[in-house]
């Protein structure tokens, strides 16, 4: 994995656990035998395609909703 391509890629995703777990997910998928959306060249591993395809755009990811927890309420006598 290259460096350089973690510090353009984290300027676009700021935090360092959305940007692992994209990464991670996105190298299961190139594993498992989807196609790259960015052109590769013969030295780029699973992650260096990850990182280009955020880089570029390509692969975007968007925050789940928060949803408020609220404690049941007691139920009286």
Known sequence: ???SLVD????????QQILI?????RVRQL?????PMVETG????????ALTEIIE?????????VVAL????KKGK
Do not use: C, Y
């Open 8 to 15: 353009a890629a984290f300027k676009i995703i700021p935090s």
């Open 31 to 35: 594993t498992a035998g989807q196609r």
């Open 57 to 65: 755009g390509k692969l975007t990811w968007e925050a789940a909703p």
């Open 70 to 73: 609220v404690a049941p309420g």
């Open 1 to 3: 994995m290259t460096s």
């Open 21 to 25: 777990n994209v990464v991670s997910k």
């Open 42 to 49: 013969p030295r780029m591993g699973h992650a260096d395609v």
